[in-house]
């Protein structure tokens, strides 16, 4: 190890001349005991011994002999099976009952829908001819004074909407439903007649008198 002796303090550099007037006072001491000069001389060090060719030709051949075995250890790999494939009439016959499967799930479905629809009461279509008799009808009754004409309230639409919000959702009624008991409210109407369930219902809740 070298060391600078710029980076050395005075102490050190003293201290170190002291002790190399000591060696030599011992040195010369020596000398004049074994009656010759003495020298002390480092021993270098051994050097290793390298491998030779033939000594890593024999550890290569010992590696590549044990990863053979280690190789010859591990099971093969599987190969996978083929699958067999489908002719195309199969295909067809599966194609031809997922569909049958398919139509006859929908039509249990429908059943319900079309049952619902055929059970709802108000919702019976009017022929053409039987909408002209009450077209006719109601035309008689206009020119007899049964009934008049008027204009809607200013906030009938407004009430319809919020008539909408609180019952259409349990009753079932629609815009027009609630837009005529919104008319029947803001004209003050002393009776409401009406021939839809629903609707009679609404106007019943609003505090109406149906017939």
Do not use: Y
């Not at 030779?52 to 010992?62: D, E, K, L």
């Not at 280690?70 to 997922?98: D, E, F, G, H, N």
């Not at 429908?110 to 008799?133: I, Q």
Request: charge should be positive; proline fraction near 3%; include cysteine.
């Amino acid at each position: 190890m070298s060391i600078s002796l710029l980076s050395l303090t005075t102490a050190q550099l003293r201290r170190a001349a002291d002790l190399k007037d000591k060696i030599e006072a011992l040195n010369q001491e020596l000398a004049s005991i074994l009656g010759g000069s003495v020298s002390v001389s480092a021993k270098a060090p051994k050097k290793k011994g390298g491998m030779s060719a033939a000594g890593r030709a024999r550890v290569a051949a010992a590696q590549r002999a044990r990863w053979a075995k280690v190789k010859a250890a591990k099971p093969a790999a599987k190969t996978p099976a083929k699958r067999s494939k489908m002719s195309a009439s199969a295909r067809a016959k599966i194609a031809a009952a997922q569909k049958a499967r398919w139509a006859k799930v929908r039509g249990k479905k429908a059943a319900p829908k079309r049952a619902a629809a055929k059970s709802k009461p108000g919702r019976r279509k009017m022929s053409a001819a039987e909408a002209k008799v009450v077209v006719q009808t109601m035309e008689d009754d206009l020119v007899k004074g049964l009934w008049v004409q008027t204009d809607l309230p200013e906030d009938a639409f407004e009430s319809c909407v919020e008539l909408a919000r609180r019952h259409c959702a349990r009753l079932g009624t629609r815009s027009l439903d609630s837009l005529h008991v919104a008319s029947a409210l803001g004209l003050k109407a002393e009776r409401f007649w009406t021939f839809d369930e629903r609707q009679r219902r609404l106007a019943d809740l609003e505090g109406l008198k149906t017939s």
